[in-house]
């Protein structure tokens, strides 16, 4: 086991996009595990569209991370040093853990990860906080019914794919958006998406317009600004907006401006509301044992973008503001099994 | 009885701010109810922000008003010929009528005003579709706590007053917007709103994260825009935001905008929602039962500002969008008892 830990550290807030002066790689000594503790090294670590919120010095849902601190992410790992009952070395996890080669956790703070039943990447995907993201989001907030028409932005995204299968499972029609060629057959082709529109190329509006001529009665948003507004002048009577993440938004130096929606609001008597993931904690287990479920019987589907190298795991989080990854986005940091 | 009969028509659809090329008064023969009709004598009519988006010609939740053709209004008025069953000359009743001496109307599409609780001019206001609007708003979609704190835009409007009242009665501390030295002194030395903000005169955003130190847990929203952008900024966690009218935009020639609020929902995750009172009638017998038991016992107080005259009817309309009212602005057409 290498004796050295390497680690992202916040190097500095970004002013708009951030880029590679934000992020500091440093070489640190392996840490060691306390009472209680355990030492997991990172098999592969998620980066997410929320971190961006976490770089920059704000109130919100988290506190902000730390300039010259390491960076935080969810990860999966593998536990080589424990000093905590629950937990024997070979154990895979899965917790809050640092853009690190090791992170010391708290051995209450994991949670197991079972290599048997799947890819042990899929614990930070389509059988993690993504996909209950759109567990939740879609089934609570969104409330669909059958034959409702329901439109997901960001839809080849790690919650976005999973939005749209949930919703076809629920006998809704399914409209996706999303920024690729490569992503539309993706959607139309293997997931099964009623349609999907291709934001960069297509006129938006007009396609959503064309594709819903009943209205949009569920919206399940995770990009905002233009994509959104088009959507959003299309809604049906009653329709329910999920607002789960607004990427398109994230990086703007000035706070961004928009049309006014609502109006619009009162015409379609339209409800709006903003979702986070953790304020399910306590029906984890239910999302948990459903998606596990429809990902064995290929109700839902997925797919991974692995990028290779925790050197590289900054460019991976970039990569998510050009919509680059298809599904869930993740860094691979070593390989489950390796002897080290 | 007249023989004839003055109506407002809609001259031309405003671009902008209506003036008053819009509105053309006309003479017409006063006209005969047919089987199942009745004339209805106008007492009072009801100008109303919503009647700005029946001048447009664009789809919405009614259908818009004809040019050429005579303008709609709530009204109460006295039956004075009925070839209906249910009524008979000398019945006070309430209906959607016109901007006009008199109107015909179907029998069952009026409902009755008993002079002997209130004065007849409540059923347009206190007891009639503003304070129902502001019951379901704020019960309903708002779901006010006990200790929440309300904010309510537009707080010395035929909605807004009621809205503030209500919450009081629910536990709320509550915090008008409003815009003149007059209205806010209604609002806390009569109606016991615990703080008003003057938009005109105030720093909105300051004031209201003043009056707000724990946030606004209910947000009632009748005027859109600068108001509603301070506001949105000081949302507690879990928030509700009833959408019940835009006031402050309904005149504007280009689509407004704005700075974009779906990234606030998130970190708060709040939830904004429309609503239209209509949607509600299987319910109206609970809202007038109990908005006549408040206003009997004090407990929901009124004020009505009242113009003279049906030919001051549009000057009465426009004053709507300078805030010239306080409490609901209604125009006495004749006098109730009156002999002609």
Known sequence: ??????????AQRPDGRPDMDCFEFAERQRPVPGDGEVLVRTLYMSVDPYMRGRMRDAESYAEPWTVGEPMQAGVVGEIVASNHH???????????????????????????????????STALGVLGMPARTAYFGLLDVGDPKPGDTVVVSGAAGAVGSVVGQIA??????VVGVAGS??????????????AAINYKDDD??????EACPDGVDVYF???GGPVTDAVMDNLSVRARVVICGQISLYNAQERPTGPRHFGTLIQKRARVEGILVRDYE????????RLARWVNDGTVQYRETVTDGLERAPEAFLGLFDGENIGKQLVQVAEYGDEE
Do not use: Q
């Not at 086991?1 to 916040?10: I, Y």
């Not at 938006?204 to 317009?209: H, I, K, P, Q, Y």
């Open 1 to 10: 086991m290498a004796e050295t830990n390497r680690v992202w550290l916040l």
């Open 221 to 223: 948003d995770n990009v």
């Open 86 to 120: 629950a937990w024997e070395e070979g154990d895979v996890v899965n917790g809050n853990l640092r853009w690190a080669d090791y992170a010391i956790a708290k051995g209450h703070e994991l949670v197991g990860v079972n290599p048997d039943l799947a890819p042990v």
């Open 181 to 194: 060629e490569e992503k539309i057959s993706w959607l139309t082709d293997e997931l099964g998406f009623d």
């Open 282 to 289: 306590d029906r984890y287990e239910e999302a948990n044992e």
């Open 204 to 209: 938006v509006r007009a396609r959503v317009r």
């Open 168 to 173: 076809r499972h629920a006998g809704c029609r």
